[in-house]
């Protein structure tokens, strides 16, 4: 009996569609990744806003986008083994690149609500010194926050350059503060503001990861890790 030949192209066909569907797959993670750099950025902005106003409109917003994180995170995780899977070399990388974005990101969410769950319960207003250097803190981290996004949006690196430049701004800015209190504390002076301290470094954590950040985004543009170069780059 004679065989039926195959429809030309139809194993095109079938490979087209497959190709198609990865690249549907890999973009939509790739928009969760750059909806997620927006949360973050909420975030933080909603920390300023709660330590200039004491908003407690801007405490819920902030608990709401720890959440949200943690849903994009999860969504993330479930969907990339299968995506990663169906596409070729460039895409992959750039999947990785999206998967350690997330772990970043989620965390950057989980240091924002606990350094607002440190201060919503406090009574005292908090010391004018202390508040402005956090104030200072948040709209710096915001700012790095802001070029995360633009730059994971236009895949440019200039916009990791300038947060790798701030970073030390924000060290700067939280060990200016532990020191001050420690000082006050030997001198004998006021040692209840622990809540402070641990404020200043849930956002100097935020700083760090705004940093590897900044280093994937340059990974993923140019194709090679910046883990242990990055003071070039800041200095570049």
């Known amino acids: 009996m004679a065989r039926t030949p195959t429809p030309a192209g139809g194993s095109a066909v079938a490979r087209a569609l497959r190709n198609k569907s990865a690249e549907v797959a890999s973009n939509e993670l790739t928009d969760l990744v750059l909806r997620a750099c927006g949360v973050a950025r909420d975030a933080v902005f909603n920390v300023r806003d709660f330590l200039t106003n004491n908003s407690r409109m801007a405490f819920l917003a902030i608990k709401d986008c720890e959440k949200e994180l943690d849903q994009i995170e999860r969504r993330i995780d479930e969907r990339m083994p299968g995506a990663i899977s169906r596409v070729g070399e460039s895409k992959a990388r750039q999947l990785l690149a999206c998967l350690k974005f997330i772990t970043d990101l989620e965390r950057i969410g989980d240091l924002a609500y606990s350094a607002a769950m440190q201060l919503q319960s406090r009574r005292e207003k908090l010391p004018a010194r202390d508040l402005q250097q956090l104030i200072e ?12 996004h633009q730059g994971f949006e236009k895949r440019e690196i200039s916009y990791a350059r300038t947060v790798l430049q701030t970073d030390p701004e924000v060290d700067r800015l939280c060990h200016g503060l532990f020191q001050r209190h420690l000082a006050e504390r ?11 301290l641990l404020t200043a470094q849930a956002m100097e954590r935020i700083g760090d990861h705004a940093k590897n950040l900044a280093e994937e985004l340059y990974g993923m543009v140019e194709g090679r ?3 242990h170069n990055s003071r070039k780059l800041s200095s570049a």
Do not use: W
């Open 186 to 196: 030997s001198a004998g002076g006021d040692s209840q503001n622990f809540d402070i």
């Open 137 to 148: 803190m948040a709209s710096l981290l915001y700012g790095m926050l802001e070029q995360i």
């Open 225 to 227: 890790s910046l883990r």
